[in-house]
């Protein structure tokens, strides 16, 4: 499985998540896009990466990031 094959699922705990907006900057496939209060919206998760930032730099634990087995 490479990267053009691969699906992923994100998910935002929006009972954690605070609205900093790290998981949007970090990502450099821009996956997210911020509703109007900030929260991250998913809406284009084909572009991801599995890079894991977003995961990586929540300072909440709001994201999770799994590769999905789509053969
Ligand atoms: S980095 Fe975490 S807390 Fe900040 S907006 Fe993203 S999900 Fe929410
Ligand atoms: S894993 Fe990387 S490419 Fe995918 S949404 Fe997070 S920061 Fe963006």
């Given at each position: 499985?490479n990267?053009?094959?691969?699906?992923v699922t994100?998910?935002?705990?929006?009972a954690?998540?605070?609205r900093?907006?790290?998981?949007?900057?970090f990502?450099?496939?821009?996956?997210?896009?911020?509703d109007?209060d900030?929260?991250?919206?998913?809406?284009?998760?084909?572009?991801?990466?599995?890079?894991?930032?977003?995961?990586?730099?929540?300072?909440?634990?709001?994201?999770?990031?799994?590769?999905?087995?789509?053969?």
């Open positions: 499985m990267k053009t094959n691969m699906a994100i998910r935002i705990d929006e954690f998540c605070k900093c907006g790290f998981c949007i900057e990502c450099n496939a821009n996956v997210y896009e911020a109007k900030g929260l991250p919206l998913v809406k284009d998760p084909e572009k991801c990466t599995n890079c894991r930032l977003c995961e990586l730099r929540c300072p909440d634990f709001a994201v999770s990031v799994e590769v999905v087995d789509n053969e």
